[in-house]
């Protein structure tokens, strides 16, 4: 399993500012993951952070508004760039790890993104 | 394509049984997963199934596939306020990282 811890937990920003968000887990893992959950919404992925490599992003996702940092096997940074309030938003870290006979997806708790 | 729906509220009485239902698309899907999330937390998985069974128990939780309609159903036995949340189904073919969520479906018991 995974421990994965977020930081911040929430956050309200001025439109036109950006937040880094920080993600830390308990264990080495090959790839690490981030979504965004808007407000009634499914998760959605953004990128897929590898340690040592640029991340690579979805479709409808670009490195100019969500610069992603992997400096180590246990860590990462997403950054929410010159902020509008349709960024307003969870997002959340995952990554995978071996399971209950299976290999299974652990997330963090989770930034709570408000743009005003 | 790759879609996955799920109905968006569901409101049981506590100590009845709910069942959240879900439809995928991706019939190469190899596992399908329940994942929870409670307010104010990340998701946590539940339960999962593999695409090659029809059925599985694990305590109050039972999860139905029928892979000819691509439908996934979650029955929650004997519901109770804790179970309130948002539980999201989820698809993922083996040797890929990728997860497909639904859209989530609110849970609300009423004690």
Same mark, same amino acid.
């Given at each position: 399993s995974a421990v994965i811890s977020q930081k911040p937990s929430r956050d309200i920003c001025q439109r036109g500012t950006s937040l880094t968000i920080q993600c830390q887990v308990d264990s080495q893992v090959t790839m690490m993951f981030w979504y965004r959950q808007q407000p009634g919404q499914s998760l959605t992925l953004i990128a897929t952070a590898n340690q040592g490599s640029e991340a690579t992003y979805e479709s409808g996702f670009v490195i100019d508004k969500f610069p992603i940092s992997r400096p180590n096997l246990t860590f990462s940074t997403l950054t929410v760039s010159n902020m509008s309030p349709e960024d307003s938003s969870i997002y959340l870290c995952s990554v995978e790890s071996a399971g209950r006979g299976l290999t299974e997806a652990f997330f963090g708790q989770g930034t709570r993104l408000t743009v005003v | 394509g790759e879609d996955v729906e799920q109905s968006l509220f569901l409101s049981v009485r506590e100590g009845d049984s709910s069942v959240i239902n879900c439809t995928y698309t @991706?019939?190469?899907?190899?596992y399908l997963y329940w994942y929870k999330q409670e307010p104010g937390a990340g998701l946590q998985l539940l339960t999962y199934i593999f695409s090659n069974m029809d059925m599985k128990q694990d305590q109050r939780l039972t999860v139905l596939l029928n892979k000819k309609d691509k439908h996934l159903s979650l029955r929650i036995a @004997?519901?109770?306020?804790?179970?309130?949340a948002i539980y999201f189904c989820a698809e993922n073919t083996s040797g890929t990282y990728k997860y497909i969520f639904g859209t989530g479906t609110r849970l609300k018991v009423l004690a």
């Open positions: - | @991706d019939s190469s899907s190899t @004997d519901t109770q306020t804790g179970d309130s």
